[in-house]
């Protein structure tokens, strides 16, 4: 596990987070400019994200968090050059993206930091709860506690469906029905899915470390059980995708990397609410749900992202060595721990862009880096490899 440690240790503190301090930060209008192309073109002028945003905030926040507690030796000017990112994002994020008359954040911004896209999807409300838990959480900052209170007030209050349960996708800016509720062009438009339910799960989890409340708790354990009884499917225990308001399961399609990242984080949900009859119910689903993701396995380690999705997608395989490492520390589980070793791997001799050092989003179904996605952009951003990253080194002394 040493060996593990320090090889997630210098791809988090040589590779990925430098990219995105020298290549990313605007210091003329300040936060981080919105994209930078799979071929390493800069669009100083794209559109900023708000899950690109959050996502930034959490990721230099952990860093600084993690990265300062542990006996790393890392340098304090580093130290701070992720708690000072942490902290202008959170100022950015607070500027900017917040909608000062109804609530909530913005989807997307322009470069000059003016408001595009004024929907409210709450998978973006629920990425910013995690960004400003964990910052909360890094520095004690009271006003981020605040925020991260008032947007899961937010999501309680606009996206909770009273009459079946769950949430729903989006609003409009002033919380109105919305007829496009899609996530992304990829995604089919019903009114709740599990992607946005895993991504409240997870930021919930957060706050409740920062916010012990009873609310959140209620929030929190009624979640657990939605998956366990609406989004897993109980006879494969892979998950549901896109669901009717009633819960009415739409299409058969599998994603093996919702599955394995799904299986750890209901697994930590289950953990911080420190619950031992709730653990003991969690913890075989949790296991036959990582099971259900090995359908994905490739021969090279690698784990498919979907259903006859040939390419091997960034943000899949960090979940996947986050997902079986997970197996091993709480399970025992060996053969989980070379499958996490074999994806690590994989990573590290085809994803890491031997240039930048962020990872390619994907490999093609050739061998060859994909070019045509983002390196840097709305949806690619350093928190599913970062947190691979910290989560390797944060399980690393709990494991040896």
């Given at each position: 596990?040493?060996?593990?440690?320090?090889?997630?240790?210098?791809?988090?503190?040589?590779?990925?987070?430098?990219?995105?301090?020298?290549?990313?930060?605007?210091?003329?209008?300040?936060?981080?400019?919105?994209?930078?192309?799979?071929?390493?073109?800069?669009?100083?002028?794209?559109?900023?994200?708000?899950?690109?945003?959050?996502?930034?905030?959490?990721?230099?926040?952990?860093?600084?968090?993690?990265?300062?507690?542990?006996?790393?030796?890392?340098?304090?000017?580093?130290?701070?050059?992720?708690?000072?990112?942490?902290?202008?994002?959170?100022?950015?994020?607070?500027?900017?993206?917040?909608?000062?008359?109804?609530?909530?954040?913005?989807?997307?911004?322009?470069?000059?930091?003016?408001?595009?896209?004024?929907?409210?999807?709450?998978?973006?409300?629920?990425?910013?709860?995690?960004?400003?838990?964990?910052?909360?959480?890094?520095?004690?900052?009271?006003r981020a506690r605040e925020t991260a209170m008032q947007l899961f007030s937010l999501i309680e209050t606009h996206a909770m469906d009273t009459e079946y349960g769950g949430y729903i996708e989006a609003c409009t800016r002033n919380w109105q029905p919305i007829s496009d509720m899609r996530l992304s062009e990829r995604d089919e438009n019903f009114p709740k899915s599990q992607n946005t339910h895993l991504h409240i799960l997870e930021p919930y989890t957060n706050l409740f470390r920062?916010?012990?409340?009873?609310?959140?708790?209620?929030?929190?354990?009624?979640?657990?059980?939605?998956?366990?009884?609406?989004?897993?499917?109980?006879?494969?225990?892979?998950?549901?995708?896109?669901?009717?308001?009633?819960?009415?399961?739409?299409?058969?399609?599998?994603?093996?990397?919702?599955?394995?990242?799904?299986?750890?984080?209901?697994?930590?949900?289950?953990?911080?609410?420190?619950?031992?009859?709730?653990?003991?119910?969690?913890?075989?689903?949790?296991?036959?749900?990582?099971?259900?993701?090995?359908?994905?396995?490739?021969?090279?380690?690698?784990?498919?992202?979907?259903?006859?999705?040939?390419?091997?997608?960034?943000?899949?395989?960090?979940?996947?060595?986050?997902?079986?490492?997970?197996?091993?520390?709480?399970?025992?589980?060996?053969?989980?721990?070379?499958?996490?070793?074999?994806?690590?791997?994989?990573?590290?001799?085809?994803?890491?862009?031997?240039?930048?050092?962020?990872?390619?989003?994907?490999?093609?179904?050739?061998?060859?880096?994909?070019?045509?996605?983002?390196?840097?952009?709305?949806?690619?951003?350093?928190?599913?490899?970062?947190?691979?990253?910290?989560?390797?080194?944060?399980?690393?002394?709990?494991?040896?």
């Amino acid at each position: 596990m040493k060996q593990l440690r320090h090889e997630a240790l210098d791809c988090l503190t040589r590779q990925i987070l430098p990219f995105w301090l020298q290549q990313m930060q605007d210091p003329e209008k300040g936060g981080w400019y919105g994209r930078m192309d799979g071929s390493g073109t800069l669009h100083k002028d794209a559109p900023r994200g708000a899950i690109l945003y959050a996502r930034l905030l959490w990721t230099f926040s952990s860093a600084y968090r993690v990265l300062s507690a542990l006996p790393l030796g890392i340098d304090t000017g580093v130290l701070q050059q992720y708690h000072t990112a942490a902290t202008q994002t959170a100022r950015y994020i607070q500027d900017h993206f917040l909608d000062p008359e109804y609530g909530g954040t913005y989807w997307n911004i322009d470069a000059e930091g003016r408001p595009l896209d004024t929907k409210k999807q709450f998978y973006a409300l629920g990425f910013m709860i995690y960004g400003f838990s964990e910052y909360a959480r890094a520095t004690g900052c009271t006003r981020a506690r605040e925020t991260a209170m008032q947007l899961f007030s937010l999501i309680e209050t606009h996206a909770m469906d009273t009459e079946y349960g769950g949430y729903i996708e989006a609003c409009t800016r002033n919380w109105q029905p919305i007829s496009d509720m899609r996530l992304s062009e990829r995604d089919e438009n019903f009114p709740k899915s599990q992607n946005t339910h895993l991504h409240i799960l997870e930021p919930y989890t957060n706050l409740f470390r920062i916010a012990p409340v009873p609310e959140v708790e209620k929030a929190l354990r009624n979640l657990l059980h939605l998956f366990t009884d609406r989004i897993i499917n109980p006879s494969t225990y892979h998950l549901g995708q896109f669901f009717q308001i009633d819960w009415t399961r739409m299409g058969a399609l599998e994603s093996y990397g919702h599955d394995i990242e799904c299986s750890w984080l209901l697994h930590e949900a289950a953990l911080v609410l420190n619950d031992k009859e709730l653990s003991d119910r969690v913890e075989p689903i949790v296991q036959k749900v990582a099971k259900a993701s090995e359908k994905g396995l490739q021969p090279d380690g690698s784990m498919a992202y979907e259903t006859d999705d040939a390419d091997r997608h960034w943000w899949v395989q960090a979940e996947t060595v986050v997902g079986f490492l997970n197996l091993y520390q709480h399970f025992g589980d060996k053969e989980a721990l070379q499958k996490a070793l074999r994806c690590w791997d994989y990573i590290r001799r085809h994803l890491i862009h031997p240039k930048y050092g962020e990872w390619h989003w994907s490999i093609r179904a050739d061998g060859t880096p994909n070019q045509q996605d983002d390196l840097a952009g709305f949806w690619k951003c350093p928190y599913h490899n970062s947190r691979m990253c910290l989560e390797i080194i944060e399980r690393s002394f709990a494991i040896s």
